[in-house]
Nanobody
Framework: QVQLVESGGGLVQAGGSLRLSCAASRSTFSFNAMGWYRQAPGKQRELVARVSSGGSTNYADSVKGRFTISRDNAKNTVDLQMNSLKPEDTAVYYC?????????????WGQGTQVTVSS
């Protein structure tokens, strides 16, 4: 089991920046991957960015070049730096941890943090 707590959401104007942070309740060193997902009203939850245990990253096409994910296993955190924000980035952002368990992977989620980008 692991608890994930997000922080850093809020209201920002288009073109602005926000930094989201997610703290895990235990060591993230062995986590298969950590990432950020988002869900806008009336839409499905979608991957924003993900970083593997080896440091490989992948991003949604819509955020490439604007968002940067970083993982710090010493602090048990994963952050998402969001620059050049657009109104379409408005959503609830969720932290995710993918942990290897017997027989497969288990996914854990934070409670979500609201990001609102005004035009």
């Amino acid at each position: 089991q692991v608890q994930l707590v997000e922080s850093g959401g809020g209201l920002v104007q288009a073109g602005g920046s926000l930094r989201l942070s997610c703290a895990a309740s235990r060591s993230t060193f062995s986590f298969n991957a950590m990432g950020w997902y988002r869900q806008a009203p009336g839409k499905q939850r979608e991957l924003v960015a993900r970083v593997s245990s080896g440091g490989s990253t992948n991003y949604a096409d819509s955020v490439k070049g604007r968002f940067t994910i970083s993982r710090d296993n010493a602090k048990n955190t994963v952050d998402l730096q969001m620059n050049s924000l657009k109104p379409e980035d408005t959503a609830v952002y969720y932290c995710n941890a993918e942990i290897r368990v017997l027989g497969g992977n288990a996914n854990y989620w934070g409670q979500g943090t609201q990001v609102t980008v005004s035009s």
